[in-house]
């Protein structure tokens, strides 16, 4: 069976640009969660959908926001990007809210 | 704050000897922890989770980690190091799975 899979790999934008990222999880998992990596720190928690609905937020600005499609799949849109913003930004999926999750293997942003 | 804590940045240890990767936790009520793996440029791997019950949970590729709720901790433990066990490694919990949050991570190093 196919893992979580992220698409693009790598991406390079600028400042004030505009991202989308995307993910589909494991098949059958209705849950999916984002979260932001910087380099050498532990992932932080951004987001978190079950059944296309909301069910958690992390500490990040609006700038952030996702949403979950009808086939499970996610995007994470971020506007108006600072460098700051530059990360390795992982997703993850769980068969329900309240299970473990499993993560793909991450989409690279660089912000110049 | 409610947080997990890994006071080791990394830990070295020989091949063939015990390892220990450390956890504490400062989470009020009765917190769900785990443990994960990340190998270099890819995503987290789930090794083993505690929710209730049996304090020594089992994990994967030979990992167990033990909750001990008078010293707050969850140490992550494996009785003989392997050198492809080498790898950055984060506790996390979770309240009712809608938001995670990692430790800052622990890198392992483990020379033959």
């Known amino acids: 069976d196919a893992g979580v899979t992220q698409s693009p790999t790598h991406l390079i934008k600028t400042r004030g640009q505009h991202v989308t990222l995307r993910c589909s999880p494991i098949?059958?998992?209705?849950?999916v969660s984002w979260y932001q990596q910087v380099l050498g720190q532990g992932p932080q928690f951004i987001f978190q959908?079950?059944?296309?609905?909301?069910?958690g937020r992390g500490n990040f600005p609006d700038r952030f926001s996702a949403r979950q499609f009808p086939n499970y799949s996610s995007e994470l849109n971020v506007n108006a990007l600072l460098l700051g913003d530059s990360a390795l930004y992982l997703c993850?999926?769980?068969?329900?809210?309240?299970?473990?999750?499993?993560f793909g293997p991450g989409t690279r942003l660089t912000v110049l | 704050a409610q947080s997990v804590a890994q006071p080791e940045d990394q830990v070295n240890v020989a091949e063939g000897n015990p390892l220990t990767v450390k956890c504490t936790y400062s989470?009020?009520?009765?917190?769900?922890l785990f443990w994960y793996v990340q190998y270099p440029n890819r995503g987290l791997q789930f090794l083993l989770k505690?929710?209730?019950?049996?304090?020594l949970v089992k994990g994967s590729y030979g990992f167990e980690a033990e909750f001990n709720k008078s010293q707050t901790s969850f140490h992550l433990k494996k009785p003989s190091a392997l050198v492809s066990d080498s790898a950055l490694y984060f506790c996390?919990?979770?309240?009712?799975?809608?938001?995670?949050?990692f430790g800052s991570g622990t890198k392992l190093n483990v020379k033959p």
């Open positions: 993850a999926s769980s068969l329900v809210g309240g299970d473990t999750q499993y």
């Open positions: 098949s059958g998992h209705k849950s």
């Open positions: 959908y079950y059944e296309k609905e909301e069910r």
């Open positions: 989470v009020s009520g009765n917190p769900y």
């Open positions: 505690y929710i209730t019950g049996d304090n």
């Open positions: 996390a919990w979770g309240y009712n799975f809608n938001k995670f949050y």
